[in-house]
């Protein structure tokens, strides 16, 4: 198959006879045809999409300085009831979560009694600054 130009502008490849015949393919890359409604290169750009403008958005410093970017836990503290005698009842400070509890063996032949509680406050990060929950 040789390849022989036709025009200066249009290369034949050796396809098909049709494709060839028509002159369809040109030197620099672009195709014609009806299908399209001319060349490929002037569809292509009719019809993709352009990108919109992302200036009416929050940019990334104000999302920064107004959402939360971190949640942690603060110093763990702890409540240990007046005796293992005596029924109890501890509410977490507000905004704090219980993270453990103290079991305490009492021997054979009874039931562990609950010794206490771990508890910690939980922090939110805003901008950089650490801020308590509150209850």
């Known amino acids: 198959m040789t390849f022989s130009y036709l025009s200066v502008s249009r290369v034949n490849v050796g396809l098909t006879d049709t494709v060839n015949k028509a002159n369809h393919i040109y030197s ?9 409604g001319g060349y490929l290169s002037s569809y292509i750009r009719r019809n993709t999409p352009t990108i919109p403008s992302l200036a009416p958005y929050a940019t990334s410093s104000w999302v920064n300085q107004n959402f939360v970017s971190n949640i942690i836990l ?7 009831p007046p005796g293992n005698t005596v029924s109890w009842t501890f509410k977490s400070p507000g905004g704090s979560m219980l993270t453990g509890i103290i079991i305490q063996d ?30």
Do not use: H
């Not at 620099?28 to 399209?36: L, P, Q």
């Not at 039931?111 to 308590?132: C, E, H, S, W």
């Open 28 to 36: 620099d890359g672009d195709i014609y045809g009806t299908c399209w």
């Open 74 to 80: 603060g110093a763990e503290a702890a409540y240990y």
């Open 106 to 135: 009492t021997g054979s032949n009874s039931a562990d009694n609950i010794g206490g509680v771990f508890y910690k406050p939980i922090q939110r990060v805003i901008n950089g600054v650490l801020m308590t929950i509150a209850g």
